[in-house]
T-cell receptor, first 118, second 110 residues
Framework: AAGVIQSPRHLIKEKRETATLKCYPIPRHDTVYWYQQGPGQDPQFLISFYEKMQSDKGSIPDRFSAQQFSDYHSELNMSSLELGDSALYFC?????????????????FGEGSWLTVV | GQNIDQPTEMTATEGAIVQINCTYQTSGFNGLFWYQQHAGEAPTFLSYNVLDGLEEKGRFSSFLSRSKGYSYLLLKELQMKDSASYLCAVRYHNTDKLIFGTGTRLQVFP
């Protein structure tokens, strides 16, 4: 079965540079989420989109922005990169309109994009 | 806040049974998920509970008590490959995002 596809898998950037991460959700899924996971930490919610509109916002810095396109893929744009932005960035998707009992709108994660800021 | 608490680390022996607990804030609760995550890899879905009781899926079972704000993940017949972090995640009403706990790092020894 098709999964969530993220690119690039690894990215090295210098401080103050810009980076863009891409995410292709599971086909038919209507909701995309972005999470940031630092070393040894739990995933922190950044932002989500439902049907191409921002649906929720978490601890996303103002230097970051994201959008979901007409084909449902999403991009996370990160500017003025700082050393502390080095992390594993996960994209996840779900079918929000599916409110069945099981598994109840499960969120499926991509393999993640490793960002290293030097 | 919506503190989700889990033990930081646990150890167990191959073939044994281990129970990983999770407590969460009950107000607005709308579902609890357990994920397994190997280091540097994506969290993979294990189980989902929204009603009280036990959900069994092979060697893994998950239990929920909504009134107590409590869940546990039970892993039976432990295998070495079960060494991973186990993340408890909660969804609250009016949002589709998941709030993750800090994760429990499980080490299985021979």
């Amino acid at each position: 079965a098709a999964g969530v596809i993220q690119s690039p898998r690894h990215l090295i950037k210098e401080k103050r540079e810009t980076a863009t991460l891409k995410c292709y959700p599971i086909p038919r899924h209507d909701t995309v989420y972005w999470y940031q996971q630092g070393p040894g930490q739990d995933p922190q919610f950044l932002i989500s989109f439902y049907e191409k509109m921002q649906s929720d916002k978490g601890s996303i810095p103002d230097r970051f922005s994201a959008q979901q396109f007409s084909d449902y893929h999403s991009e996370l744009n990160m500017s003025s990169l700082e050393l502390g932005d080095s992390a594993l960035y996960f994209c996840a998707s779900s079918l929000t309109s599916d409110r069945g009992q099981s598994p109840g709108n499960t969120i499926y994660f991509g393999e993640g994009s490793w960002l290293t800021v030097v | 806040g919506q503190n989700i608490d889990q033990p930081t680390e646990m150890t167990a022996t191959e073939g044994a049974i281990v129970q990983i607990n999770c407590t969460y804030q009950t107000s607005g609760f709308n579902g609890l998920f357990w994920y397994q995550q190997h280091a540097g890899e994506a969290p993979t879905f294990l189980s989902y509970n929204v009603l009280d009781g036990l959900e069994e899926k092979g060697r893994f079972s998950s239990f929920l008590s909504r009134s107590k704000g409590y869940s546990y993940l039970l892993l039976k017949e432990l295998q070495m490959k079960d060494s991973a972090s186990y993340l408890c995640a909660v969804r609250y009403h009016n949002t589709d995002k998941l709030i993750f706990g800090t994760g429990t790092r499980l080490q299985v020894f021979p």
